[in-house]
């Protein structure tokens, strides 16, 4: 069963930085993205930043500039760079894999079928 691990996540003052992990139990050659999403305490899953097997990236305007997505391929491994956190940026962070062979918004969670547990990210003096 492919499965996604999430950590990385703390408390951390604004301003600050974080990189969240993402261990995938197995790699696969289906063309498909991977993401990261966030849901805050009102409860919204929004698109974070999302990565594809062609090399694309695609970032929420929330955060393009200061989050940066990368993944080792060797290691079976996605992340998510973080700069600049503002207290905004406080939710639970997950990772998702993409449903193989969909073509649409890569930050649209509907699209992603298998999801990690989750990591919480903090900001605050």
């Known amino acids: 069963e492919f499965q996604l691990v999430e950590s990385g996540g703390a408390l951390v003052q604004p301003g600050g930085s974080l990189r969240l992990s993402c261990a995938a139990s197995?790699?696969?050659?289906?063309?498909?993205?991977m993401g990261w999403f966030r849901q805050g305490p009102e409860g919204v899953r929004e698109g974070v930043a999302a990565?594809?097997?062609?090399?694309?990236?695609k970032y929420a305007n929330s955060v393009k500039g200061r989050f940066t997505i990368s993944q080792d391929n060797a290691e079976n491994t996605l992340y998510l760079q973080m700069n600049s956190l503002q207290p905004e940026d406080t939710a639970m962070y997950y990772c998702?894999?993409?449903?193989?062979?969909?073509?649409?918004?890569?930050?649209?969670?509907?699209?992603?079928?298998?999801w990690g547990q989750g990591t919480q990210v903090t900001v605050s003096s």
């Open positions: 998702a894999a993409e449903t193989p062979g969909i073509a649409g918004d890569p930050l649209d969670a509907f699209e992603y079928s298998v």
């Open positions: 197995e790699y696969t050659e289906s063309d498909y993205c």
């Open positions: 990565i594809c097997t062609d090399g694309t990236t």
